[in-house]
């Protein structure tokens, strides 16, 4: 979940890097809800498959498709992160809708896009900071 924090940390759900408590319900209540955002980084922080994946130019082509449509329409209280050195790769963070039981719960999803995509859907886990 350290990823999770450090990537609410940047999007200013922390009120600063020392105090890793999210603000009071009430305060995050009363703002706006948060505007999308897409960035493209340059590197994955994620060490553990690493491995290259031979890639092709229909897989580019799609990939650079998405990241267009992304850069130009995330929806509201989505962060998405792609990065250069791991076009196959991405993360996503929801925060949930103020008003729904899930109100201003982080939901942080990476994405791995197989070598044949769009031909084969993605792989999506899912990080749960709720189980121990």
């Known amino acids: 979940m350290?990823?999770?924090?450090s990537w609410l940390r940047s999007h200013g759900h922390f009120r600063n890097r020392s105090e890793e408590s999210l603000r009071s319900a009430g305060e995050v209540r009363?703002?706006?809800q948060c505007i999308g955002t897409f960035e493209v980084l340059d590197e994955c922080p994620d060490r553990?498959?690493?491995?290259?994946?031979?890639l092709s130019r229909k897989f580019y082509t799609a990939v650079f498709k998405e990241h267009k449509v992304l850069s130009q329409h995330v929806p509201t209280n989505i962060h998405v992160h792609a990065f250069?050195?791991?076009l196959n790769v991405l993360?996503?963070?929801i925060i949930?809708?103020?008003g729904t039981p899930f109100d201003t719960t982080p939901f942080f999803f990476k994405f791995k896009l197989p070598s044949d995509y769009p031909q084969k859907p993605p792989e999506?886990?899912?990080?749960?900071?709720t189980t121990r």
């Open 91 to 93: 993360h996503v963070l």
């Open 2 to 5: 350290v990823v999770v924090a």
């Open 124 to 129: 999506v886990c899912l990080f749960d900071d």
């Open 48 to 54: 553990l498959d690493a491995h290259e994946v031979p």
């Open 96 to 98: 949930g809708p103020v």
């Open 84 to 86: 250069a050195n791991r």
């Open 30 to 32: 009363t703002q706006k």
